[in-house]
Every structure is written in structure tokens, then in C-alpha cells.
């Protein structure tokens, strides 16, 4: 999982770049090297949502250079809304099939992959951050993410917050349950 540092320095390389992705065919970009990190995750309206939630989950974070990041990807998301609504469905399909690739793999061989678990919930994260970002709900999607849900709660218990604690708050139980279980 990243960092709270890296998710910081996420928001402000992808700021400038926002414009540009949303008005390509990219559904994931590398972003350059930024705020001491050789690499950060991908430009992604999902990845976007996730930073900002965690950033936005502890003040301390949010410094001037985060709060204009925030700002500017909430002017640039607002001028090409039919884009970002574009590439949020488009994303939610993608992270959920990842996610159920993990989740498969998961219950075959929990011994094997449970230690990734907290890394790769960040794709059954950001699917649920993606749910508000475009009006029309993908039927099919929704279903998948039922299902796997239903995996997930057949293999898991409930349990403690398996991030950083410090932005635990951000996180509702209730929307991000995944995110409180124990195996």
C-alpha cells in the first residue's frame, strides 16, 4: 500500500497531468517520478479517489501543495465530467476483475496470498470509491462485486482496520467493510 507520503506526492504529479489522461484512450498512465519517489502508482481516476480519501482522512496531510493538487483535479474534473464519469466505469470493470483474480487466488491458496491481502484490497477499495463517480450503475459490475463479496465473507471474519490506523475514519465500516476483516 502506499504511503501517506507517496499518496501526497500522487496528487501532486497527477494534478498537472489530469487534463491530459482524461481526454485520452489511456486507462492507466505512468506518472514521472515525483516527491522523492522513483515510481508512483498510475494516473487513474480510482487511484485518485483512494488519495485523496486517505489524504483527506488526516489534516496533517494536507499541506498547501496537496490542497492545490485537490483543487486543481476538482476544477479539471469538473470541465471534463463526461470524461471522468468515462474513465471511472471503465476502471470500476478493470479493478474488479483484478480484484477477483486476487480473490480466486486468495481462497485457493490462502496460505500464499493473504499476505498481499492489504495491498490488494485497494482494488475492492476503489471500486467503491468509482460507485459515485458515474450515475448509470454497471449492472454487471455490481453483480461481480456481489459475488465476490459474498467470497470474501464466506473466507473472512470480521477484525481490526488493516490500514494506517491514523485513517481509519475515512473508511465507514459500512461502505469499506473489506477493509475490517480478519482471516
Given at each position: 500500500?502506499?504511503?501517506?507520503?507517496?499518496?501526497?506526492?500522487?496528487?501532486?504529479?497527477?494534478?498537472?497531468?489530469l487534463?491530459?489522461?482524461?481526454?485520452?484512450k489511456?486507462?492507466?498512465?505512468?506518472l514521472p517520478?515525483?516527491?522523492?519517489?522513483?515510481?508512483?502508482?498510475?494516473?487513474?481516476?480510482?487511484?485518485?479517489?483512494?488519495?485523496?480519501?486517505r489524504?483527506?482522512?488526516?489534516?496533517?496531510a494536507l499541506t498547501?501543495?496537496v490542497?492545490r493538487?485537490?483543487?486543481?483535479?476538482?476544477?479539471?474534473?469538473?470541465?471534463w465530467?463526461?470524461?471522468?464519469?468515462?474513465?471511472a466505469?471503465?476502471?470500476?470493470?478493470?479493478?474488479?476483475?483484478?480484484?477477483?483474480?486476487?480473490?480466486?487466488?486468495?481462497?485457493?491458496?490462502?496460505?500464499?496470498?493473504?499476505?498481499?491481502?492489504?495491498?490488494?484490497?485497494?482494488?475492492?477499495?476503489?471500486?467503491?470509491?468509482?460507485k459515485a463517480?458515474?450515475?448509470?450503475?454497471?449492472?454487471?459490475v455490481?453483480?461481480n462485486?456481489?459475488?465476490?463479496?459474498?467470497?470474501?465473507?464466506?473466507h473472512s471474519?470480521?477484525?481490526?482496520?488493516?490500514?494506517?490506523?491514523e485513517?481509519?475514519?475515512?473508511?465507514a465500516?459500512?461502505?469499506?467493510?473489506?477493509l475490517?476483516?480478519?482471516?
Amino acid at each position: 500500500m502506499p504511503s501517506l507520503k507517496e499518496d501526497r506526492a500522487f496528487l501532486c504529479s497527477a494534478a498537472p497531468e489530469l487534463e491530459n489522461y482524461l481526454l485520452s484512450k489511456d486507462l492507466y498512465r505512468p506518472l514521472p517520478p515525483g516527491g522523492g519517489f522513483a515510481t508512483l502508482p498510475s494516473l487513474t481516476v480510482g487511484n485518485i479517489l483512494l488519495a485523496q480519501a486517505r489524504c483527506l482522512g488526516i489534516s496533517s496531510a494536507l499541506t498547501e501543495d496537496v490542497k492545490r493538487a485537490i483543487e486543481t483535479i476538482g476544477a479539471v474534473r469538473s470541465k471534463w465530467l463526461t470524461h471522468w464519469r468515462s474513465k471511472a466505469r471503465q476502471e470500476a470493470a478493470s479493478r474488479s476483475n483484478l480484484w477477483g483474480q486476487y480473490l480466486e487466488d486468495l481462497i485457493e491458496t490462502p496460505h500464499q496470498n493473504l499476505p498481499a491481502y492489504a495491498y490488494q484490497v485497494r482494488n475492492r477499495a476503489i471500486c467503491e470509491l468509482l460507485k459515485a463517480e458515474h450515475p448509470e450503475k454497471d449492472e454487471a459490475v455490481a453483480a461481480n462485486l456481489a459475488v465476490m463479496d459474498s467470497q470474501l465473507k464466506a473466507h473472512s471474519r470480521p477484525g481490526a482496520f488493516i490500514w494506517e490506523g491514523e485513517i481509519e475514519h475515512a473508511f465507514a465500516p459500512d461502505h469499506f467493510w473489506f477493509l475490517f476483516v480478519s482471516f
